[in-house]
């Protein structure tokens, strides 16, 4: 009896922890009311001047399209940085729950910096906050003399 109990609760586990289709399938559709714009259209209308003071990376920002659609399975050329990660976005739900892991060890893998003793992924209502943040750690790393 004790291994059917085991496996009745890894599946329960896996569940809980399994991003939520249903709520990623209504995002998506919530989102193509939107025009779609790809890595490089997204990169020029929100993350270069005037949408901002200065351009963040294009390899941040080529980055951040790839990575965030692989982990939450939303169509990132949809989506607008002031758009909410829990609100909006779904993030907990659409995502695997250990995403913010998984993007420390991306991060860290592509850049070679290691964000995980400060990345907090309840710190960041929006997807600029994000982005804010990773442009951050790249930008102070490249202000410490070396």
Known sequence: MQPLRNFVNSITTYMALSPDMVARHRVNQELQSRPYLTCHEWFLRYWTPPAVPRSLPKPLIEFVYGQLQAYS?????YIQPSDHLVNDLAFPAVCW???GLTLCA???ETFGLDISDYF????FFTLADLV?????QLDQREAEPG
């Open 106 to 108: 991306d991060f860290d």
């Open 120 to 123: 907090d992924e309840t710190q």
């Open 132 to 136: 804010d943040f990773l442009w951050q």
């Open 97 to 99: 729950f250990d995403w």
């Open 73 to 77: 399975g939303l169509e990132m050329g």
